[in-house]
């Protein structure tokens, strides 16, 4: 099974500022990673698939690096609706389909 | 645009059966997706439990296989998850999401529901 072990756990930032948070994956997944994000009482809502493209309607303050096992989701500069948590997921190597842990980006 | 709408008990009894249908519209099971369970404990984060294809192939997590079974029903354009021998482990809220083939992304996801286990 890939582990996905998210950084940092929580990210405490203001309104305008860079968000960047880490995806590592505990062998390569090539590039079949994406990324989720959760508001509170919501269903987790696609950001970025295939490592770096953005999903159907997500703002280009999202954007999306990496390959193999590093991976990073920047959000380049923060709006009130983007405190939430984030999750990457991989498809690579399954079953079973993992998700990390989750980065909350707090205000 | 397609949508999906989870539906069942809300409250099950330990060692019981946890049983969930969602419902698909705007779109049809039998396109060339794949259809799976997450679910996700009060706080905590997310875990795939399982998919059916359309075509009726299936994937199940190792860690829950022995006590899953994910169905389509292609009639009703909806599939189902049955989950038993549920403890209050099994607490947690249940998406049902649609997996694309081309991207390996859920990009489609019900609201969910939330199912607690307890007497």
């Known amino acids: 099974e890939i582990v996905l072990t998210q950084s940092p756990v929580t990210l405490s930032l203001s309104p305008g500022e860079r968000a960047t948070l880490s995806c590592r994956a505990s062998?390569?997944?090539?590039?079949?990673l994406a990324w989720y994000q959760q508001r509170p009482g919501q269903a987790p809502r696609l950001l970025i698939y295939d490592a770096s493209t953005r999903a159907t309607g997500i703002p280009a303050r999202f954007s999306g690096s990496g390959s193999g096992t590093d991976f990073t989701l920047t959000i380049s500069s923060l709006e009130p609706e983007d405190f939430a948590v984030y999750y990457c997921?991989?498809?690579?190597?399954?079953?079973?389909?993992?998700f990390g842990g989750g980065t909350k980006v707090e205000f | 645009q397609v949508q999906l709408q989870e539906s069942g008990p809300g409250l099950v009894k330990p060692s019981g059966t946890l049983s969930l249908t969602c419902a698909v519209s705007?779109?049809?099971?039998?396109?060339?997706?794949?259809w799976s369970w997450v679910r996700q404990p009060p706080g905590k984060g997310l875990e795939w439990i399982g998919e059916v294809y359309y075509s009726g192939n299936i994937n199940y997590n190792p860690s829950l296989k022995s006590r899953v079974t994910i169905s389509l029903d292609k009639s009703k354009n909806q599939l189902s998850l049955n989950l038993s021998s549920v403890t209050a482990a099994d607490t947690a809220v249940y998406y049902c999401?649609?997996?694309?083939?081309?991207?390996?992304?859920?990009?489609?996801w019900g609201q969910g529901t939330m199912v607690t286990v307890s007497s």
């Open positions: 062998q390569s997944v090539s590039n079949y």
């Open positions: 997921q991989q498809r690579s190597n399954w079953p079973p389909v993992t």
């Open positions: 999401a649609r997996l694309q083939v081309v991207t390996y992304a859920f990009d489609i």
């Open positions: 705007g779109g049809s099971v039998s396109s060339s997706n794949w």
